[in-house]
């Protein structure tokens, strides 16, 4: 059973700040992995999608790695703004079905 | 505009009452599944289908079930609804696993 999770569970930070967000899987049998961002009450937005053959995938100010070999994938945001401010979750697609991590919550203070 | 409608957006179930909720995709996208999120416990998929006329379980598929008559909707019911089944329920469509998942803006359900 795919297993993922996401460290750390709640970020908070400086306007300005880079933030760090990251994800590990057990199963590296993925097809892809996706990363959303989930605000209070809302639906999931996609950010970024890495295909398993893929090493990064970039929008914006926005950068996600994928090392599938080693289960892991961290996703990069650069100079915070406050309305980064949201829960980001990490999933990825192997079998038939979509696996998600807890998410970490992410606070960037004015 | 394209995408995953949920309905309905908000409902309020006795102990015992039956509903349904309605996924419907514009996309023509063959996989579509069911997630309920509860705090601290993440998304969970409760049922999916690989096609029209097919569904299989999910890793919570008790006291929901589904069908998948057409290719654009899939339906959850719930024969007999539980105060356990208090939830946020997200539907999600794709093309083909290698593809992203779009996923519908939830319904909130809640049981008392």
């Known amino acids: 059973k795919q297993e993922v999770t996401q460290i750390p569970a709640a970020l908070s930070v400086p306007e300005g700040e880079n933030l760090v967000l990251n994800c590990s899987f057990t199963d590296s049998a993925i097809y892809n992995l996706q990363w959303f961002r989930q605000d209070p009450g809302k639906g999931l937005t996609s950010l970024l999608l890495?295909?398993?053959?893929?090493r990064e995938q970039t929008s914006g100010r926005l950068n996600a790695s994928l090392d599938k070999s080693s289960g892991r994938s961290t996703l990069y945001i650069a100079a915070s703004q406050p309305g980064d401010s949201a829960t980001y979750l990490c999933?990825?697609?192997?079998?038939?079905?979509?696996?998600f991590g807890a998410g970490t919550t992410v606070t960037v203070r004015a | 505009n394209a995408g995953v409608t949920q309905t309905p957006k908000f409902r309020v179930l006795k102990t015992g009452q039956s509903m349904t909720l309605l996924c419907a995709q514009d996309m023509n996208h063959e996989y579509m599944y069911w997630y309920r999120q509860d705090p601290g416990m993440g998304l969970r998929l409760i049922h999916y289908s690989v096609g029209e006329g097919t569904t299989a379980k999910g890793e919570v598929p008790d006291g929901y079930n589904v069908s998948r008559l057409k290719k654009q909707n899939f339906l959850l019911g719930l024969e007999s609804a539980a105060p356990s089944q208090t939830s946020v329920y997200f539907c999600?469509?794709?093309?083909?696993?290698?593809?992203?998942?779009?996923f519908g803006s939830g319904t909130r359900l809640t049981v008392v």
């Open positions: 999933a990825v697609s192997n079998d038939y079905k979509l696996s």
């Open positions: 999600a469509s794709t093309f083909d696993r290698v593809y992203g998942y779009t």
């Open positions: 890495i295909q398993s053959s893929q």
